[in-house]
């Protein structure tokens, strides 16, 4: 994805960033950009919607995300909505793995510790040498729990949920069946509101979108989930945030207990009922 940098001039005074930098990104890199806040007005995040003046300095910059925790064996970063965890086809330099090649030099070997989505925000865990990835996953250390806005009204307050998942030819996403893998999602609804729950979510076997299959299974599509019947008209992602990760540091044994805030997006949708 092209970095640029834009200086204002006079006919272009009044002009929307969006509206300036349309001709240069795609609808969906514009997302991925803003999602990343690496759209910036005179040094500082801005939004699509700003209007600038001449003189101004329009820019574009993949910035890391937040570093949650780093050390000599991981480092932990708050991924933002809209960004791949790692290098895929059609994201070759906008993914965090390319990104931590640059921050600690191309002998960096990317060994992701579980993934996320790359419209799922959240906890992404990395590790900074094969001794400590072959632990963390062989150990199964991690521990995460996430928060959800799933559709409907739930009739328990906690649940779990057992199921068989798998993936059919010529569909997208993994469906529900009676036969596949076994998955086991444990959720705690936080908030019931009038047509939406806020959930706690743990899943105890790590099966692609199990969470999102899941729950649109049990008649809960996540909002904002177009792939799993989702609906759009609050959102444009799956409403799934990673918010917490625990586990015994695979060589000193210490406890790490790491947090992340709900993002803007889903915050504001809570809002909305407030």
Same mark, same amino acid.
């Given at each position: 994805?092209?970095?640029?940098?834009?200086?204002?001039?006079?006919?272009?005074?009044?002009?929307?960033?969006?509206?300036?930098?349309?001709?240069?990104?795609?609808?969906?890199?514009?997302?991925?950009?803003?999602?990343?806040?690496?759209?910036?007005?005179?040094?500082?995040?801005?939004?699509?919607?700003?209007?600038?003046?001449?003189?101004?300095?329009?820019?574009?910059?993949?910035?890391?995300?937040?570093?949650?925790?780093?050390?000599?064996?991981?480092?932990?970063?708050?991924?933002?909505?809209?960004?791949?965890?790692?290098?895929?086809?059609?994201?070759?330099?906008?993914?965090?793995?390319?990104?931590?090649?640059?921050?600690?030099?191309?002998?960096?070997?990317?060994?992701?510790?579980?993934?996320?989505?790359?419209?799922?925000?959240?906890?992404?865990?990395?590790?900074?040498?094969?001794?400590?990835?072959?632990?963390?996953?062989?150990?199964?250390?991690?521990?995460?729990?996430?928060?959800?806005?799933?559709?409907?009204?739930?009739?328990?307050?906690?649940?779990?949920?057992?199921?068989?998942?798998?993936?059919?030819?010529?569909?997208?996403?993994?469906?529900?069946?009676?036969?596949?893998?076994?998955?086991?999602?444990?959720? &705690?609804? *936080?908030?019931?509101? =009038?047509?939406?729950?806020?959930?706690?979510? !743990?899943? @105890?076997?790590? %099966? #692609?979108?199990?969470?999102?299959?899941?729950?649109?299974?049990?008649?809960?599509?996540?909002?904002?989930?177009?792939?799993?019947?989702?609906? &759009?008209? *609050?959102?444009?992602? =799956?409403?799934?945030?990673?918010?917490?990760? !625990?586990? @015994?540091?695979? %060589? #000193?044994?210490?406890?790490?207990?790491?947090?992340?805030?709900?993002?803007?997006?889903?915050?504001?949708?809570?809002?909305?009922?407030?």
């Amino acid at each position: 994805m092209r970095q640029i940098k834009i200086y204002i001039e006079k006919t272009q005074e009044g002009q929307r960033i969006k509206d300036l930098l349309k001709h240069i990104y795609s609808r969906r890199e514009l997302t991925r950009l803003h999602s990343a806040r690496s759209i910036l007005l005179n040094g500082e995040p801005a939004a699509l919607t700003a209007m600038v003046q001449a003189g101004d300095l329009l820019e574009t910059r993949m910035a890391l995300p937040p570093i949650l925790y780093e050390d000599e064996d991981l480092v932990i970063l708050d991924k933002p909505s809209g960004l791949s965890c790692h290098m895929e086809k059609e994201h070759q330099e906008d993914n965090l793995g390319t990104m931590l090649k640059e921050r600690y030099g191309p002998s960096f070997i990317i060994r992701t510790i579980g993934r996320l989505d790359r419209e799922v925000s959240g906890i992404m865990i990395y590790a900074r040498n094969a001794e400590t990835a072959r632990k963390m996953e062989t150990r199964h250390l991690v521990q995460k729990h996430y928060l959800a806005i799933a559709s409907g009204v739930f009739p328990k307050q906690e649940d779990t949920l057992f199921y068989t998942m798998e993936k059919k030819k010529g569909i997208r996403g993994n469906s529900v069946s009676e036969t596949g893998k076994p998955c086991i999602t444990h959720y &705690q609804v *936080l908030h019931q509101y =009038p047509s939406y729950a806020l959930l706690r979510i !743990e899943i @105890r076997t790590g %099966r #692609t979108h199990q969470i999102r299959s899941g729950l649109a299974a049990a008649g809960h599509p996540l909002l904002g989930d177009k792939l799993y019947g989702g609906d &759009q008209s *609050l959102l444009k992602r =799956p409403a799934l945030h990673c918010a917490e990760a !625990e586990f @015994r540091h695979p %060589r #000193t044994d210490v406890s790490i207990h790491i947090r992340s805030q709900l993002p803007e997006d889903l915050q504001n949708i809570l809002l909305r009922q407030k």
